[in-house]
């Protein structure tokens, strides 16, 4: 879902100069691309959602849906979602619960720079990604994401513009979130009309090339994520 970081190889012993920039400058600037934008990872303990490898002193996006029984009958879907600032800069943040993380729980983290994404399940059953064709973007312009629903009507979604940041939606198939307001095997989010998670700002104007999406089946906790193309 991700692509590694490109870098030009060097010859051995020899001393290049790009620009008025020597060798070792260009090391300098490899080495803080890579670190910026090397590739998220979740880990859990306890009550607490650990985040790394995210670009330091950036922040990251991030997506929790439960399936929890706190009165032992009756199932509740819990959603937590936030952003959180890497103010120490080492590239890791966290989550901490009142009380440990939910065995039936899944999480995404998003890095508000890169793009980045990863996800986790509390519980290795429950680590089921779903087709990344299940989200597109709408026609060009429009400011629509497509989600396919004919096998999962009702998704929590996690959206992010990369250096701008994260919007959340509930989204049914036919619900007051779904544009054509029809149960015909699709949702169709206006993603201005999505709620802002933390201090991010309204969201205006076209799905633009590399916002990310993020989505998780309620009933399943079958995922995904998918950094959008446009359609033409």
């Not at 870098?7 to 060798?23: D, E, P, W, Y």
């Not at 985040?51 to 950036?58: C, E, F």
């Not at 497509?146 to 198939?173: K, T």
Request: aromatic share 6%; with cysteine; hydrophobic share 45%.
């Amino acid at each position: 879902m991700s692509t590694p970081l490109k870098t030009a190889a060097l010859r051995k012993g020899s001393l290049v100069q790009i620009r008025g920039l020597n060798l070792l400058t260009c090391l300098g600037a490899v080495l803080l691309a890579s670190q910026a934008f090397s590739q998220p990872s979740i880990t859990i303990e306890a009550n607490v959602v650990a985040i790394s490898g995210i670009t330091p002193g950036g922040q990251v996006a991030w997506l929790g849906v439960a399936r929890e029984q706190p009165e032992y009958f009756r199932t509740t879907i819990i959603r937590r979602d936030g952003i959180l600032v890497d103010k120490d800069r080492d590239g890791i943040v966290s989550i901490t619960l009142t009380d440990d993380v939910p065995a039936s729980s899944l999480w995404i983290a998003v890095d508000v720079s890169s793009g980045q994404a990863a996800a986790v399940a509390a519980d290795p059953l429950f680590d089921l990604p779903l087709e990344e064709t299940l989200a597109s973007a709408g026609k060009a312009g429009a400011g629509i994401v497509e989600l396919a629903a004919d096998q999962h009507d009702f998704m929590e979604v996690l959206f992010v513009r990369p250096a701008v940041g994260a919007w959340r939606a509930s989204a049914g198939d036919g619900g007051g979130s779904d544009v054509d307001g029809a149960p015909d095997g699709r949702i169709q989010l206006l993603a201005g009309a999505m709620t802002a998670v933390g201090d991010s700002p309204g969201l205006v104007g076209p799905i633009l090339a590399g916002d990310v999406i993020a989505y998780v089946d309620v009933r399943t906790l079958e995922y995904g994520i998918v950094p959008l193309e446009l359609k033409w």
